[in-house]
């Protein structure tokens, strides 16, 4: 039983890098979400998805690009990271995008030096 | 804008009863969560509150007053293990999720 699975669970990225950041679900939900948690500030959206083949733009979307090819994956891409882009990412699925009962994975740290 | 307000920390005895109140403005109203979350894990879902009123399970419970923005989660008979942040969020008109900075509830013998 796995739920919905992350990976890495963390990394330490050089400015300027590549990175994405994995996320499955075996649920077969519908919908998907990418988050970060920064100290003191609340989860905030990054990207979503409501089912697959489609994609929306959350509260902080630049510098991230998603992908929904299918239902169980949701990759959420770092083009070229900044120190900014610290922070400990969560991707969360629900059954759909009208329920607010979130499954999250056990996300994934990462830090940009 | 929308906001959602709640404490930043609070401090409760093993076995007493803790409130923790949830305020929020935002643009419309599909519900109200409480999720918890222990230090270094991922948000788990306790509560969904969409009509006035209380909705109880087990040792914790939720309020909700859609007229006042406000919300409240109970927790009786603190245990140790309830030592975590606990999330509010609000579902607005597009079904976007708002979310509080969590207050963490530190859980003394």
């Known amino acids: 039983i796995a739920g919905i699975t992350q990976a890495p669970t963390s990394q330490i990225l050089a400015a300027g890098r590549r990175m994405t950041l994995r996320c499955t679900q075996d649920?077969?939900?519908?919908?998907m979400y990418w988050y970060r948690q920064d100290l003191g500030l609340g989860l905030r959206l990054i990207h979503y998805?409501?089912?697959?083949?489609?994609?929306g733009k959350g509260e902080v979307p630049d510098g991230y690009s998603v992908s929904r090819a299918n239902t169980d994956d949701f990759p959420l891409t770092l083009a070229s990271a900044v120190p900014s882009q610290t922070s400990v990412y969560f991707c969360?699925?629900?059954?759909?995008?009208?329920?607010?009962?979130?499954?999250f994975g056990e996300g994934s740290r990462l830090t940009v030096l | 804008g929308q906001n959602i307000d709640q404490p930043t920390e609070m401090t409760a005895t093993e076995g007493a009863i803790v409130q923790i109140n949830c305020t929020y403005q935002t643009s419309g109203f599909n519900g109200l969560f409480w999720y918890q979350q222990h230090a270094g894990e991922a948000p788990t879902f306790l509560s969904y509150n969409v009509l006035d009123g209380l909705e109880e399970k087990g040792r914790f419970s939720s309020f909700l007053s859609r007229s006042k923005g406000y919300s409240y989660l109970l927790l009786k008979e603190l245990q140790m293990k309830d030592s975590a942040s606990y999330l509010c969020a609000v579902m607005d008109s597009n079904y976007q999720l708002i979310w509080g900075a969590g207050t963490k509830l530190i859980i003394k013998p």
């Open positions: 969360a699925s629900s059954l759909q995008g009208t329920t607010g009962e979130l499954f």
């Open positions: 649920m077969r939900h519908n919908a």
């Open positions: 998805s409501n089912t697959a083949g489609t994609t």
